[in-house]
């Protein structure tokens, strides 16, 4: 396996044979784990990500079969596992088995998610770049979202009365990584208070017949810097139309 992990590194014969299998998606992303500081412990975590990926005769694991059913490719997952170095064995099995029981079916919050509209591909999108930290990522804004029995939290409900759902959340949220709970939460908290409230800023925005759709699509992509583009947005375009905000 070290053998095999040098040979990638150096473009040598094992690995040439190797990608003549068709699993360049699957070399690309031990490439990542090598080449972003895994370094000593480099070994130890391509071998144990070869191992949850392939059999000993080289065919794929239930994990790669389940991903790829549902439309996820090792791309998907080297996005959002990039440099989790010698964690990204754990990292992926943590979370896999968030979406995936052990017969490849679904779990509830995969289920949840897509009654919502959301599949794996725009929770993939969403955590990309969450590296180590990708299955508590997605638990944390799951559980923001979502009560223990699949119920909307009061986040949701606000949110879908002023016709805002979880398709224009996840197109916001895309690229947001581990900070996508704490992103969304302060989104949320600019737009409404505790009570479900808006607050000043929709309330000012909606003087000037914006709206949160409006908003939304601006947003779109914005991602772990969203709260700041939000701030900006409203205060820097206000002032423009000559509109204070009592603050």
Not at 86 to 109: S, V
Not at 230 to 235: G, P, R
Request: with cysteine; charged share 25%; aromatic share 10%.
């Amino acid at each position: 396996m070290e053998k095999l992990l040098e040979d990638i590194k150096n473009n040598r014969s094992s690995y040439q044979k190797i990608q003549n299998k068709n699993i360049d998606e699957e070399i690309k992303f031990a490439k990542s784990v090598y080449l972003s500081g895994a370094r000593g412990k480099a070994p130890t975590a391509f071998k144990g990500l070869y191992g949850l990926w392939f059999d000993k005769e080289g065919n794929k694991t239930q994990y790669l079969k389940t991903l790829e059913k549902e439309g996820i490719n090792l791309a998907n997952i080297s996005s959002v596992l990039n440099r989790a170095r010698g964690k990204a064995p754990t990292a992926f099995k943590d979370l896999y088995d968030l979406w995936f029981d052990e017969e490849g079916n679904k779990t509830q919050y995969l289920k949840t998610l897509e009654r919502k509209g959301v599949n794996l591909a725009s929770t993939s999108s969403i955590l990309s770049g969450a590296r180590a930290k990708a299955s508590t990522a997605f638990k944390d804004l799951h559980d923001l979202w979502f009560d223990k029995d699949g119920n909307e939290t009061q986040y949701l409900k606000t949110l879908g009365e002023e016709k805002i759902n979880l398709t224009n959340m996840s197109s916001i949220l895309s690229g947001a990584g581990a900070n996508a709970a704490t992103a969304f939460k302060g989104l949320y908290d600019l737009w409404f208070d505790e009570d479900g409230n808006k607050t000043q800023y929709l309330k000012t925005l909606g003087e000037e017949k914006i709206n949160l759709t409006n908003m939304s699509s601006i947003l779109s992509g914005a991602g772990l810097m969203l709260q700041q583009h939000l701030k900006a947005y409203m205060i820097c375009g206000l002032m423009k139309m000559g509109i204070k905000l009592n603050i």
